[in-house]
């Protein structure tokens, strides 16, 4: 009798909460769970019915070869998380918080453990620094600038602020679970392994968690998020070398603005240009427009040629230059108890530059692959083995992604 194998092998893109980083022309995934179907009603109080992800597993994407690759992690693995928030630092993920099902208590598994990957060998270390450790949390954001990893946000339960001595910091309980939002701004300083907590000047964003960030130069822009019971569309930037504060940008806007929502992307495809893709909007919509801020002007602009599916609390990275790639997620009401819950499982790529003639060249061949591939000989060996990658089956999941140019 073959093995079967586990049910989260079977199904890998069924996956939310994970998070993705690019890294040397690739995308790594790693974390996050599956929703599984609900035999009898249930509420917000019912202990979820999910699948986390199998921790030791990190799953790659070529975008040349177009293969996904699922490889063994080693050293200290992080235990089973949703929610938490990652970025790369030279040849490592730094990967922190979220939500563990790993523990008894049903209503609190925050966590607010630093772990670090290397990329090549994919070895874990988890990291003691020193210094006042960030709030327990999920659904942060965080972001890399020079040697410091930073961590805005997010929804965990309280401390004792008195043990915080020196730090200025906003706690708001919730009104059901004994966490809350929080606006803590916290980094990892790289080279002297110590948490640090900076001054900051200017108006400081309010407690928010599944909001988003990226940096463009020296300034992290941070959009959205949730606040209690409302869905934000608030647009922040904090200069990273003066710690100043601008205050809400999105009220000075001269033009129509993206509704409020959490659990979206945000990336910048140049220094200039950021994306926001999908999300979920106060009325529990999930949303599935696409809009592109300008921040020279602080104009924004919705993308209305681009057809892509509802989707939230899915993941993004830029892979090349002018190209964001969007996985995972889910493509219904989370909130809704009443039915199951429907996982987005194809890429999205969206280009706001041509690939280069070679990528593009690559495509077109194999896309014309019956009439073509008896020319392949003629071809270098570098590019007939790519073509050939590309149209092989063994791959996890070998469908080509949808790849759609925005023009701007």
Request: proline content about 6%.
């Amino acid at each position: 009798m073959p093995r079967q194998e586990p049910e989260e092998y079977q199904f890998i893109h069924r996956r939310a909460g994970h998070v993705m980083v690019a890294y040397d022309n690739r995308l790594f995934v790693w974390g996050g769970y599956m929703e599984l179907p609900h035999s009898e009603s249930y509420t917000l109080m019912t202990p979820s019915k999910c699948l986390y992800h199998s921790a030791i597993d990190v799953f790659m994407y070529d975008p040349l070869l177009n293969t996904w690759t699922r490889r063994m992690s080693n050293g200290h693995i992080p235990l089973q998380l949703s929610g938490s928030c990652a970025a790369v630092h030279h040849q490592h993920m730094y990967l922190f918080g979220g939500w563990t099902n790993n523990t008894s208590d049903e209503y609190e598994n925050s966590s607010n453990s630093l772990w670090r990957l290397h990329l090549p060998s994919l070895t874990w270390e988890l990291l003691f620094p020193e210094g006042i450790p960030p709030f327990p949390c999920d659904k942060a954001a965080c972001w890399v600038f020079k040697n410091r990893f930073y961590v805005f946000g997010g929804f965990g339960p309280a401390r004792e602020l008195h043990s915080m001595s020196g730090v200025k910091v906003t706690f708001v309980r919730d009104n059901i679970f004994p966490s809350g939002w929080i606006d803590q701004l916290v980094y990892y300083d790289i080279e002297n392994n110590k948490w640090v907590w900076p001054e900051t000047q200017g108006p400081k964003p309010s407690p928010r968690a599944a909001h988003t960030a990226d940096v463009t130069g020296d300034k992290v822009f941070i959009f959205g998020g949730r606040f209690k019971e409302a869905r934000m569309n608030d647009l922040h930037c904090l200069d990273l070398t003066n710690m100043i504060w601008s205050g809400n940008l999105t009220e000075s806007a001269v033009q129509e603005t993206p509704e409020g929502r959490s659990w979206h992307t945000f990336n910048f495809v140049s220094e200039n240009k950021a994306v926001i893709y999908g999300g979920f909007n106060t009325s529990q919509q999930v949303l599935k427009d696409i809009w592109v801020l300008d921040v020279n002007n602080g104009k924004w602009q919705q993308s209305h040629n681009v057809h892509a599916g509802p989707v939230l609390w899915h993941t993004s990275a830029v892979g090349f230059p002018g190209e964001v790639t969007f996985y995972g997620g889910i493509k219904n009401n989370l909130l809704d108890y009443s039915q199951p819950k429907d996982h987005a499982e194809d890429l999205l790529v969206l280009r706001f530059s041509p690939p280069s003639l070679q990528r593009l060249g690559i495509e077109v061949v194999g896309k014309h692959r019956e009439k073509l591939q008896e020319q392949w000989h003629l071809l270098p060996q570098t590019l007939q083995h790519i073509l050939e990658v590309r149209s092989c089956s063994n791959s996890i999941n070998n469908n080509p992604p949808s790849v759609m140019l925005i023009q701007h």
